[in-house]
């Protein structure tokens, strides 16, 4: 009896160790770019559950093979980690889509045209939002400017009875017509919230622009009739929705949400409790300095899962370039009287990097003109101590030479956009001149050089979500094939790109033990290219498709073209 037990327990303690050294998911045949710098190359990859079982030849992995295991064929294709978005805003990106795209407007006419083509299809009284839209990308100027920006007569004369809120490209600026600020009540003698500017004539006249904390005094009021009504759930979780899918096309299975408030946040956790989340998040919260302390003080734990994690804290000190936000120690060359706008105060950024001290969270802040990133760096270190705390400036754009090893010497990681650099160039140097323009812009390989930490992301909807065409731009300094190069001495290796793309991005938050290369144990979020992403000419380098998409195990897109 004794050795019938034995044999029964034998045969399922082989069977439990078999099972556990089978796969759930493999994929074969393919050009393996592991990231992991002692096993760099591979042709299949084992999964189980979540997470990596094994890497290594087709012999070796299909052995784990069982019945019910599925199995990919990777064509000989490229294989490599996951990409992770290093700062973007989530929402925004499903919601971009709802939107009036003007990204591709040549002229303000192309812009009057568009919006009088949404208002004949809309009803009275219904706000008309669209985004994307660039004065220094207009082949002809309006023939009536002030301070380089059109008048609001012919949009309101268009849409009498539609509020219009137009965000600029860069975010940081808002158009709007007569009848935005009739509901929204602002007039001549509106007072402008402190860290912003509505722009007027030399007349007292309000031309329609309303510049960074300024925007606040319309968008508060889109928020709020948004927030009316029971469609306003399902409205969020389309734009999730549709946010998930475009990050899913796009190879991106982590990303860094730059700038949610403490409520958004709680409704992210709710989607990641209930495993209806498909990109992992990890969030910088942006809200005030009680409620950011309320919330981290209930969530001690930030990572409420795999597939969130409240991790940051995002602040702002300046604006951006395109719209004369960004805060420069000298006037802008094409408009002298101006040096950007301080949107935060430097004691608020204190009390916001208490508050990141106290609860253990990077602050990540924004900074993009070299008088903004000096301000960051100088609050930085009156802060941090000897911890490896890993606080962010996110875009980094424009440094001084003096402050660009203070960035190694303080542990802090440069948060940039690539693609930024090749979309601005056309107008860096009208707005800093030559001089600035090469010295001081966009500066990846001598920050690299001078031992910093990178983190590399699209900052989408700004510019699209698309990875590759990032990193296109980062190995490039070129917006296409046919584009010429902005500073290219400023290049990185497509080796770094991709390594910035997935290790580097995931160091920058804290999450390089579980992600960013393919190595056993770690999250299976990988990806499937077309091309060979090293070897290819640089035009198939602009070209490439992500054709396959998992994450955490599941295969959750499939390019509908194959």
């Not at 991106?252 to 949400?257: L, P, W």
């Not at 989340?277 to 209930?298: C, E, G, H, I, S």
């Not at 190995?475 to 793309?501: C, I, N, W």
Request: with cysteine.
């Amino acid at each position: 009896m004794y050795k019938k037990y034995l044999l029964v327990f034998s045969t399922i303690l082989i069977h439990t160790l078999m099972n556990a050294q089978t796969a759930d998911l493999i994929i074969f045949n393919g050009d393996v770019y592991t990231m992991d710098k002692q096993n760099l190359h591979a042709t299949a990859i084992a999964v189980k559950g979540e997470n990596i079982l094994a890497v290594g030849s087709d012999p070796e992995i299909l052995q784990l093979a069982r019945e019910s295991t599925q199995l990919i064929d990777a064509g000989k294709n490229f294989v490599m980690p996951g990409f992770i978005e290093g700062h973007g805003h989530f929402f925004s990106l499903g919601e971009a889509g709802k939107m009036l795209r003007l990204e591709e407007a040549k002229s303000w006419n192309d812009i009057i045209d568009s919006v009088r083509t949404r208002v004949s299809k809309v009803k009275p009284g219904e706000w008309i939002v669209g985004r994307g839209w660039h004065q220094e990308k207009w082949e002809k100027a309006p023939d009536r400017v002030f301070a380089g920006f059109p008048y609001h007569d012919a949009l309101s004369m268009i849409s009498p009875d539609n509020p219009v809120m137009l965000k600029h490209a860069s975010g940081h600026l808002v158009f709007v017509n007569q009848k935005a600020m009739d509901i929204c009540g602002i007039d001549q003698n509106t007072k402008v919230p402190e860290g912003g500017s509505i722009l007027k004539d030399g007349k007292n006249r309000i031309t329609g622009v309303f510049n960074e904390n300024a925007m606040d005094l319309i968008t508060r009021v889109i928020e709020r009739s948004k927030s009316e009504g029971e469609a306003q759930g399902n409205y969020w979780l389309s734009c999730v929705e549709e946010a998930q899918n475009q990050c899913l096309k796009y190879g991106v299975t982590s990303f860094h949400d730059a700038a949610s408030t403490v409520a958004e946040m709680q409704q992210y956790e709710s989607l990641a409790e209930k495993n209806a989340l498909k990109t992992r998040l990890w969030v910088m919260a942006y809200d005030a300095p009680q409620n950011l302390r309320t919330y981290f003080a209930k969530e001690k734990d930030q990572t409420i899962s795999r597939y969130f994690n409240a991790g940051g804290v995002k602040a702002f000190i300046d604006g951006a370039l395109g719209s004369y936000g960004a805060l420069f120690t000298e006037p802008y060359t094409d408009n002298p009287t101006v040096y950007g706008q301080l949107v935060t105060s430097e004691s608020t950024l204190q009390e916001l990097a208490d508050i990141c001290l106290e609860f253990d969270r990077q602050l990540c802040t924004h900074a993009i003109g070299d008088r903004g990133n000096r301000i960051v760096l100088d609050v930085y270190a009156s802060r941090l101590d000897q911890k490896d705390r890993r606080w962010r400036i996110e875009h980094a754009q424009h440094l001084k030479k003096e402050d660009i090893s203070r960035f190694s010497s303080l542990g802090i990681i440069a948060a940039m956009q690539p693609i930024h650099c090749t979309s601005d160039a056309p107008f860096v140097e009208k707005r800093l001149g030559k001089e600035r323009a090469e010295s001081g812009a966009y500066l990846w390989r001598t920050l690299q050089d001078h031992g910093t930490r990178l983190n590399f992301g699209t900052d989408t909807p700004i510019e699209p979500v698309d990875p590759i065409k990032n990193i296109y731009a980062a190995v490039t300094r070129k917006p296409s094939p046919e584009g010429t190069a902005f500073y290219p001495d400023q290049k990185v290796s497509r080796e770094e790109a991709l390594y910035l793309y997935t290790m580097g991005n995931a160091y920058s938050v804290f999450e390089e033990d579980i992600k960013g290369s393919l190595y056993p144990g770690k999250l299976a979020d990988i990806v499937i290219i077309d091309r060979n992403l090293i070897e290819c000419s640089e035009k198939e380098l602009f070209g490439a498709k992500v054709t396959h998409t998992i994450v955490g195990g599941q295969l959750l897109f499939v390019d509908p073209a194959r």
